[in-house]
């Protein structure tokens, strides 16, 4: 996305409600080939890796930080849908990564 159109978006009273994700969602899966969303998908997943690293290095930038998790997000989101899974069970994987995690601690 463009950088000034983020950054005017990010300045706006933009709220979608979580219907209106789902719908949004659902008719870019009708449009657009399912392999391709995977595809975009983990391009999209390397570009998060990138600013993460930069991140790390020093010479991070924010809102690109900001942007490219958004669009990682989004993917989720489109591979839920694609793969077939559902909120619970994604949320149940998650509980149990994070008891793990809470065990390392």
Do not use: H
């Amino acid at each position: 996305m463009n950088r000034s159109a983020f950054i005017k978006g990010l300045n706006s009273n933009i709220r979608l409600s979580e219907k209106e994700r789902r719908r949004i969602i659902r008719r870019s899966l009708e449009k657009y080939p399912w392999k391709l969303k995977c595809t975009v998908a983990m391009e999209e997943f390397a570009e998060l890796q990138q600013q993460v690293s930069k991140q790390i290095r020093g010479y991070g930038d924010q809102l690109g930080l900001l942007e490219e998790m958004a669009d990682a997000y989004i993917c989720l989101r489109f591979l839920e849908s694609i793969f077939n899974v559902t909120e619970g069970e994604l949320q149940k994987a998650i509980d149990v990564k994070l008891q793990r995690e809470r065990g390392n601690l």
